[in-house]
T-cell receptor, first 113, second 117 residues
Framework: GQNIDQPTEMTATEGAIVQINCTYQ??????LFWYQQHAGEAPTFLSY????GLEEKGRFSSFLSRSKGYSYLLLKELQMKDSASYLC??????????????FGTGTQLKVEL | EAGVTQFPSHSVIEKGQTVTLRCDPI?????LYWYRRVMGKEIKFLLH????????ESGMPNNRFLAERTGGTYSTLKVQPAELEDSGVYFC???????????????FGQGTRLTVV
């Protein structure tokens, strides 16, 4: 089975940097995804890590340490529109291809002026 | 290009009734998934189709839930009879076939909010 932990809520200031942590305990691992979800909308893909290290994509970066079962999502130059839920998800063993994901409960980020 | 679409966006039904949710994946995506989020909890996997075949249905709660994907295009998820604990948001997602790189993400629909009263 899989167990994924991330903080429930975080608050940060516009223009600042915030780091959202995610730890996981899994029987199998084939990649870690971060999704952003605004209330009432579809989760949208932000980043993917399968090897250790940092992946950067514009204002968003994601880090993975497989030995520690740990990832973080780093958001820079925060904007008000970044207020959303951030979901950490681990892909299990790949059987027949595909993206069977196990999600954390999500971190609700509030960006304030 | 159209994304993953789900219908209806909201549904309120009485306990014991039947509800059918529909998902239209992104055109050409062989993989289709159903997930569910119950209030206050994480999004949980229900099942995975590859084209019209059920690849993994280990997350289906019980036999009141029936998913189909006839023809390998759109999918339906029927709940019959519905119970109070079935309330939640049902998400559908799709991704390309297994031959593409592993970093291919799943694209989610906006979900169907089901309320059983």
């Amino acid at each position: 089975g899989q167990n994924i932990d991330q903080p429930t809520e975080m608050t940060a200031t516009e223009g600042a940097i915030v780091q959202i942590n995610c730890t996981y305990q899994t029987s199998g691992f084939n990649g870690l995804f971060w999704y952003q979800q605004h209330a009432g909308e579809a989760p949208t893909f932000l980043s993917y890590n399968v090897l250790d290290g940092l992946e950067e994509k514009g204002r968003f970066s994601s880090f993975l340490s497989r030995s520690k079962g740990y990832s973080y999502l780093l958001l820079k130059e925060l904007q008000m529109k970044d207020s959303a839920s951030y979901l950490c998800a681990v892909r299990d063993r790949i059987t027949g291809g595909g993206n069977k994901l196990t999600f954390g409960t999500g971190t609700q980020l509030k960006v304030e002026l | 290009e159209a994304g993953v679409t789900q219908f209806p966006s909201h549904s309120v039904i009485e306990k014991g009734q039947t509800v059918t949710l529909r998902c239209d994946p992104i055109s050409g995506h062989d993989n289709l998934y159903w997930y569910r989020r119950v209030m206050g909890k994480e999004i949980k996997f229900l099942l995975h189709f590859v084209k019209e075949s059920k690849q993994d249905e280990s997350g289906m709660p019980n036999n009141r839930f029936l998913a189909e994907r006839t023809g390998g295009t759109y999918s339906t998820l029927k709940v019959q009879p519905a119970e109070l604990e079935d309330s939640g948001v049902y998400f559908c997602a799709s991704s390309q076939d297994a031959g593409v790189p592993l970093n291919t993400e799943a694209f989610f629909g906006q979900g169907t909010r089901l309320t059983v009263v």
